[in-house]
């Protein structure tokens, strides 16, 4: 298992954008999954977007049509790029890889704030 550090986060207007970034301490390639969660106080960790391998995407509801999420294998980073933003994505967003294994790292989160 390897290291995940995300980045990017911050405070935003809502209908400003955000990108958070994922880089991994060893190839990408090893993970099978990668994926955004994000947590708000209280609330349980849920999915936000996941791409495989082969570049295949799924989005929550909430975040479709707004988010996107992509992968550079070369730079061994993963991205969550944010727009249209609403208080409601306020949350810690964590970064998350799930190897051939099933084995699973988890970045340490970044928080976004979108606030007037």
């Known amino acids: 298992q390897g290291q995940l550090v995300e980045s990017g986060g911050g405070v935003v207007q809502p209908g400003g954008s955000l990108r958070l970034s994922c880089t991994a301490s060893?190839?990408?390639?090893?993970?099978?999954?990668m994926g955004w969660f994000r947590q708000a106080p209280g609330k349980q960790r849920d999915l936000v977007a996941d791409i495989s391998i082969d570049g295949s995407t799924n989005y929550a509801d909430s975040v479709k049509g707004r988010f996107t999420i992509s992968r550079d294998n070369d730079k061994n980073t993963m991205y969550l790029q944010m727009n249209s933003l609403k208080p409601e994505d306020t949350a810690v967003y964590y970064c998350?890889?799930?190897?051939?294994?099933?084995?699973?790292?988890w970045g340490q989160g970044t928080q976004v704030t979108v606030s007037s």
């Open positions: 060893g190839s990408i390639g090893s993970f099978n999954f």
């Open positions: 998350n890889g799930v190897h051939s294994t099933g084995l699973q790292d």
